[in-house]
């Protein structure tokens, strides 16, 4: 493996552009290109186009995607918090309004029936949409 090329001074960080084009080689290497188990294909998870469970189909779609908004404004607020940049006060509000968001999402899941895992899309050989708990 070649060492990260650095810019012509030779003082300055090593060229990010190439160690993420090297990191992506790299995980490209590690994907199969087809299927390991062709044998029994599992069969794609298709949305249920029965009209008695549209509506809750629709509803677990809409709350998979809030959910998702949701933990990334959380990260976000996080970082804001690590990083200094908010006040006592707007920490303490913040945290408070993250706490009623989560709550209000589960009761919307309970609502309609659904757990918060519901609302994690498995994405194949990416993993699942949201971080585990």
Known sequence: MTPPASSPGGDHPPDRLGEVADAAARAFRLLPAVPRDTASPRPARRISTDPDTVERDLMRLVL???????????????????????????EERLGATLMILHDRMAGLCAEHGLSMSDLNLDLGPLGTLLPPD
């Open 64 to 90: 998979t995607l809030v959910e998702l908004l949701r933990q990334l404004m959380e990260r976000q607020a996080l970082h804001r918090v690590d990083a200094g940049d908010l006040t006592e006060e707007e």
